[in-house]
């Protein structure tokens, strides 16, 4: 369960209703970053994210049965959230962990993720880095967010060398629909789907945790939702998910969500919903299997 939007467009008790109605239909993982929601009030939104997961898990008290998984060095977004290019230097990122630990108020992050590769800090000093937090006790496991394969297999080659914890896993934008927007100029730290290379990570057998994983609605409202998804090529997969939906007898965006769930290697989508019924619809995903031809029938249309 994604929750850049917890704090914001929901608040207070529906926050915690939802964590557990999440819970109740047997999820576990909750995601969230430091920089969450600085884009909201000028700035003041920052933060906000970390608040509330750590407010409602505490209300809850549920610590022992949710993952935490927060991020941490992302480059600059507004005025109100400045950094320098090295994002990835140790003191930016000590400062961000330490920030999101006290946000939670907990003393562990069960898996922290550097939220992009500043593309300046060398592997060797990252994962020595992560390693050095995994020690201390305030994260267990360490992940990407949209970094490069390249980039994942020269720091898990590293580390592998000193015999190290490597990147669990990798964080980026995937769902069946393709966005149309596009990395911005000077903006090279965004991985997008076209980006994936699916050999690379089933031949490594690193997961994806698919952020986006529903296309923002598009599949949910049957295309209603279009913004940033309106092409041909979508309405194609669209179309398709909706005949496999009738045929299965499920609804077109467990079919989307099932389409990243069947791929050759094992892929969490991550969903940022925050109404109950699309949570059930999208929670009852878990456990259709589609066959590699009606995955590729999705894609492809062959």
Partial sequence: MGTADWDSSIQGDDVRRLLESYLDQGGNFLDTAHCYAVWLDGGKGDGRSERAVGRAVRQLKVR?????????????????????????????????????????????????????????????????????????????????????TTKLQQANAYAATKRLQGFCCSQVCWALATPTWK??????????????????????????????????????????????????????????????AKQLGKTTNQIAIAWLMNQPFRVVPITGTVKADHLSDTMAAEGIRLTDQQVRWLEKGQ
């Fill in 64 to 148: 022992d049965r949710v993952i935490i998984a927060s991020k941490g060095g992302h480059p600059t977004i507004n005025d109100a959230y400045q950094r320098p290019p090295q994002t990835l230097e140790r003191k930016i990122v000590e400062r961000d962990l330490a920030d999101s630990l006290e946000r939670l108020q907990m003393d562990t992050i069960d898996l922290y993720y550097l939220h992009r590769d500043d593309g300046i800090t060398p592997v060797a000093e990252v994962i020595e880095m992560l390693n050095e937090f995994v020690r201390q006790k305030r994260i267990r496991f360490f992940a990407a967010s949209n970094w490069s």
């Fill in 183 to 244: 990395i911005a100029d000077g903006e090279p730290t965004v991985r997008y789907p076209l980006d994936v290379d699916r050999r690379w990570h089933a031949q490594h057998h690193l997961p994806i945790m698919a952020y986006s994983a529903t296309a923002r609605g598009y599949f949910a409202t049957e295309g209603k939702a279009k913004e940033g998804y309106d092409t041909q090529e979508n309405a194609g997969r669209l179309a398709r998910a909706q005949q496999l």
